[in-house]
C-alpha cells in the first residue's frame, strides 16, 4: 500500500464495506440530490447558498440526504441508505472538521432507535473487521486509536443524557431545560454568561467542559434521550415529552453518528419549525427557505428510525489519525491558501 495515501485508502475501503452491510440485507441505496430549493430547518445546520444564473433561482447544497430519503420512505421504498458528500455552512475547519464531509445516513422501517442502536455496533465492528482483513492483520474486535484500546465488542456502553449530567456536571438536567434555569447553573459554576442569550449556548459549554472529555474511551459510547429544542425531528420520550428518542455515539472520545426514532407528528414539526425560525431572526442568524413537502411527508412515514454518521471520522477511527485531512485527498485548507 502507498503509505503517503494510507487514509485516503482506508476511507475507500470503509465506503465498499458500508455498501456490503447494507446491499447485503437488501437495503436500497439512494442517490440523493445535492441542491434544493428548500430544506428542513434545524437546530445549528446552516446551508451554503448558490444561485442558479439561468433561472435566477436560489438553492441550497444539502446539509444531509435526510428530506429525500424521507420523502421516498413515506412512498413505499422500504430500507434505504446513501452516501453522500454533504456541506454545512458557518462551521470552522479543525482536525475532526471540513468544510465538506462524507455523511452515511440509513433509515430501518419497523424500528425504534434502540434497534438502530443494535445495527450500529454491528455495522461499526464489521467494518472494523473487515479493514483487519483488508490490512492483511489479526482480526479481532479490539482497535487501538490514538494509544488506546478500545473494544468494540457489544453492548457498549450507554447512558442517558440526563445520567451523565448528574454523574459529571453534579445538576439535574430535566430542571435546567430553560434559558434562566441554565444561566442561573452556568453562573454558579462559574461560566462566563455576559453575552449568551439563548438556552444551547450554555448546554454546550457544560457538556464539552464536564461531560464529553470524560466520556470512557475503553468502549464506544452511546448517549440516549436529548432536549426537546435540540431534536425537533425526534419522537418524543413516552416518559419525558421534554427529551426526545435520539442517541450519539462516540469512539475514542470523538462523536460519530446521531440517531432517532422519527416524529411522525406533522403538526408537531411544523410547531418545531416555526420556532426555530422566530429563534433565527432573533438572534440574527441565516434564515433558509423551510421544505413544507418534508414535513408533510414526515405525516406520511410509517414507524420507522434513521441515524446519520460521518465517514471521514470512521476512517480517522480506522487509521488511527487525528486529523480529518489525513482521509482526504482534497481537504479544504489546501483548497483555500
Not at 447494507?22 to 430547518?41: A, D, G, R, V, Y
Not at 451554503?48 to 433561472?55: F, Q, Y
Not at 436529548?226 to 455515539?249: A, G, V
Amino acid at each position: 500500500m502507498n503509505k503517503k495515501f494510507y487514509g485516503q485508502f482506508i476511507k475507500e475501503k470503509t465506503v465498499q464495506l458500508i455498501r456490503q452491510f447494507f446491499l447485503n440485507q437488501n437495503f436500497h441505496e439512494i442517490e440523493t440530490p445535492t441542491l434544493l430549493p428548500s430544506l428542513p430547518l434545524e437546530p445549528n445546520l446552516y446551508p451554503l447558498k448558490t444561485t442558479w444564473t439561468h433561472k435566477n433561482k436560489d438553492f441550497f447544497f444539502v446539509t444531509s440526504p435526510e428530506s429525500s430519503l424521507k420523502k421516498l420512505i413515506s412512498q413505499g421504498i422500504g430500507n434505504c441508505f446513501s452516501i453522500q458528500k454533504v456541506i454545512r455552512d458557518l462551521e470552522d475547519i479543525g482536525p475532526t472538521h471540513n468544510l465538506e464531509f462524507s455523511m452515511l445516513e440509513w433509515y430501518e422501517i419497523g424500528k425504534n432507535y434502540q434497534d438502530l442502536a443494535i445495527t450500529t455496533q454491528n455495522l461499526i465492528l464489521y467494518l472494523h473487521r473487515g479493514v483487519q482483513k483488508y490490512l492483511g492483520i489479526r482480526v479481532s474486535n479490539i482497535l487501538k486509536y490514538q494509544d488506546t484500546l478500545i473494544d468494540l465488542s457489544t453492548p457498549w456502553y450507554s447512558y442517558t443524557l440526563q445520567q451523565l449530567f448528574q454523574k459529571f456536571a453534579k445538576m439535574d438536567l430535566n430542571k435546567n431545560l430553560t434559558f434562566s434555569s441554565i444561566k442561573k447553573t452556568a453562573d454558579k459554576k462559574g461560566y462566563n454568561t455576559d453575552c449568551v442569550t439563548s438556552w444551547e449556548p450554555l448546554y454546550t459549554q457544560i457538556f464539552i467542559n464536564e461531560i464529553e472529555s470524560k466520556l470512557p474511551t475503553n468502549k464506544p459510547v452511546i448517549i440516549y434521550d436529548y432536549p426537546t429544542q435540540m431534536s425537533p425531528l425526534c419522537k418524543p420520550c413516552k416518559n419525558n415529552p421534554s427529551f426526545r428518542q435520539r442517541f450519539e455515539f462516540y469512539i475514542g472520545g470523538m462523536e460519530i453518528g446521531n440517531a432517532y426514532t422519527e416524529n411522525t407528528n406533522s403538526k408537531d414539526l411544523l410547531i418545531q419549525t416555526k420556532k426555530e425560525i422566530k429563534f433565527r431572526q432573533k438572534e440574527h442568524l441565516p434564515v433558509h427557505p423551510f421544505d413544507l413537502d418534508f414535513i408533510e411527508s414526515c405525516g406520511k412515514l410509517p414507524k420507522c428510525a434513521g441515524i446519520g454518521l460521518g465517514i471521514d471520522r470512521l476512517a480517522m477511527i480506522f487509521s488511527n489519525t487525528a486529523n480529518i485531512q489525513d482521509v482526504l485527498y482534497f481537504p479544504t485548507h489546501k483548497l483555500t491558501k
